[in-house]
């Protein structure tokens, strides 16, 4: 994020003043984002390519290969963790049978997520927050369960991702809970993630974001002959498909188009993630995805949910969904030798600082306004307290509304605030924040009298 972004104004009177820029940062982030490892993040991805295949619809009998294999390592692997974190995180497979349908699931399938579950410690607090990658693989035929596909980098790498994530984060203590996913099915329909989308839904989880890391472990593309280990994109939607009419017609009134719950959760990784790690420049992509493509987090999406994908910079299409081969001097097929993992470690890092700074932040304000009672040039804003922990304060975000991303930050110590900037001219939003400098997501005021 640019320095200019940082220029914390102080409320002194009805108008805000200007005063010099203070960004805290938690010390105890800093301890678990040193903990993250590539060492563990490489070994995670070998151990995923020695099953050889795993395809949604391979062995699920065998001990050694197939996806059956896969998955049972990896819930051992969380249960491992659980034992670290005192029994808190809670491991279960999200198990569910997937219907034939006449394209890429020849059969009726019984497919398992692996979830690995850590509750909040604040009951006020009903957040939810997911993080995963999609731990099943295939070769060039989307139908040959029986071919080697290692599935290195599309997606052991994300897989490893949430998996180094958990094993992290679980020993620590959050006000909201945290999901850690190994999706299946991503590669014959986005099965995995549409079921557990659905099952968010019925159970009335408070879902505030899911993140998806698919593809993250590439640093070379190599139609562009680009090397870039510092570049991760993050996706997110500008209009949530399950917006109503009213809706609609609210959002083309104010102008809030480029301002969705995903968008402002891809601002706020952006912001986090490169404040908290060195050598990082998150690139945001206003699509949902990349050209007529999709990931996991598309179904939450359709759910109505903030939902985001990271993705590397420039993927290399010669190792995604390819069989291992070597042709005419060129290495074809997504192995474990191709995989930066320096560079996984560094996208694992900008997930567990945006993540631990939400879970461990003040709930987001509520009834944020605009006061429009009146025309005028300046612009009033009032809102209510969260529930639940009480925050130090409150910061007022600013934005042309031209900018992709926030510029100016205002410390609130009150609910409301007068500024002597138009509303016609900038984009407005407001987020709690606690004395660890800890932020909740914006919350984008909507006109009130």
């Known amino acids: ?34 903990e993250v490892s590539a060492k563990n993040i490489e070994a995670t991805v070998r151990k995923l390519v020695s099953f050889q295949t795993r395809h949604t619809l391979s ?6 290969t197939g996806i059956g294999a896969a998955r049972n390592w990896i819930k051992a692997e969380f249960e491992k963790y659980a034992k670290e974190s005192g029994g808190r995180l809670q491991v279960s497979f999200d198990t569910f049978t997937q219907a034939a349908d006449g394209r890429r699931v020849t059969s009726p399938t019984i497919l398992k997520n692996v979830l690995a579950i850590l509750p909040g410690t604040d009951p006020l607090d009903t957040r939810v927050f997911i993080v995963s990658g999609h731990y099943d693989s295939r070769a060039s035929d989307v ?3 029986q071919i080697a596909a290692p599935g290195a980098n599309d997606d052991a790498s994300g897989t490893a991702v949430a998996m180094e994530l958990a094993r992290v984060m679980s020993k620590k203590q959050f006000n909201c809970t945290l999901i850690f996913v190994a999706m299946v099915g991503e590669e014959q329909g986005l099965y995995g993630a549409t079921n557990l989308a659905k099952r968010a839904k019925e159970e009335k989880w408070n879902l505030i974001g899911m993140i998806t890391n698919d593809i993250v472990g590439n640093t070379y593309g190599i139609e562009t002959d680009l090397k870039d280990n510092r570049s991760v994109r993050i996706f997110s939607e ?6 109503t009419a009213a809706q609609g017609t609210l959002r083309t009134s104010i102008g809030s ?9 891809a601002r706020y990784c952006k912001e986090i993630g490169e404040r908290y790690v060195d050598q990082l420049d998150v690139k945001l992509i206003f699509r949902r995805d990349r050209y007529l493509r999709g990931g996991d987090h598309t179904p939450f999406s359709q759910q109505g949910f903030a939902a985001i994908r990271v993705t590397e910079m420039n993927e290399n299409f010669n190792r995604q969904h390819q069989n291992v081969r070597l042709e005419k001097g060129i290495d074809y097929g997504d192995t474990p030798d191709f995989v930066d993992y320096n560079y996984t470690q560094k996208v694992a890092r900008m997930n567990l600082a945006a993540l631990a700074n939400l879970a461990l932040a003040p709930q987001e304000p509520q009834q944020v306004k605009i006061v429009t009672t009146e025309l005028t040039n300046k612009t009033s804003l009032r809102w209510t307290a969260p529930t639940g922990e ?5 910061y007022v975000v600013m934005r042309e509304t031209s900018s992709p991303i926030w510029e100016r930050k205002f410390f609130v110590s009150g609910t409301q605030a007068t500024f002597n900037y138009s509303k016609d001219n900038y984009i407005f ?4 924040v606690d004395a660890e400098g800890h932020e909740s997501l914006v919350v984008l005021p909507l006109p009130g009298r």
């Open 238 to 243: 500008g209009v949530s498909q399950a917006e």
């Open 257 to 265: 188009e480029n301002d969705g719950f995903a968008r402002q959760f």
């Open 390 to 394: 009480k925050p130090l304060g409150y």
């Open 143 to 145: 139908l040959d369960a």
């Open 59 to 64: 062995d699920t009998l065998s001990a050694k």
């Open 429 to 432: 939003g407001v987020q709690a």
């Open 1 to 34: 994020m640019k320095k200019t972004l940082f220029c914390l104004l102080m409320l002194a009177t009805t108008v805000v003043k200007a005063q010099p820029a203070t960004i805290k940062k938690d010390s105890v982030v800093h301890v678990m984002l040193d």
